[in-house]
Nanobody, 123 residues
């Protein structure tokens, strides 16, 4: 199983970025998928998640109204559209996948994780 993130980069405050995560190695139609981020020197934190069916989404309060999570039609891809970015959004963004028809925001070390993509927002 492999999760590969892409789309990170450097953007000015107020700008937008779109992250993608492509999952491979098995069928992910019954997996919940999510995004987490880790700023330098801080713990990894939840950003957003979508249920296995894609009909429920969850967001951290800090990104609500600015970020949108969605799944591709084949369910093996998850996207994170980030608008109105702020310097405090600067972090490494990780994609995660949790099996078992999960619906929520809890992803643990036993779940699948990508290697991360850097997002830097300049002021």
């Amino acid at each position: 199983v492999q999760l590969v993130e892409s789309g990170g980069g450097l953007v000015q405050a107020g700008g937008s970025l779109s992250l993608s995560c492509a999952a491979s190695g098995r069928q992910f139609s019954d997996y919940a998928m999510g995004w987490f981020r880790q700023a330098t020197g801080k713990e990894r934190k939840f950003v957003a998640s979508t249920s296995w069916r894609g009909d429920n989404t969850y967001y951290a309060d800090s990104v609500k109204g600015r970020f949108t999570i969605s799944r591709g039609h084949a369910k093996n891809t998850v996207y994170l559209q980030m608008n109105n970015l702020k310097p405090e959004d600067t972090a490494i963004y990780y994609c995660a996948a949790r099996p078992g028809y999960y619906n929520g925001r809890d992803f643990g070390e036993d779940d699948f994780w990508g290697q991360g993509t850097q997002v830097t927002v300049s002021s």
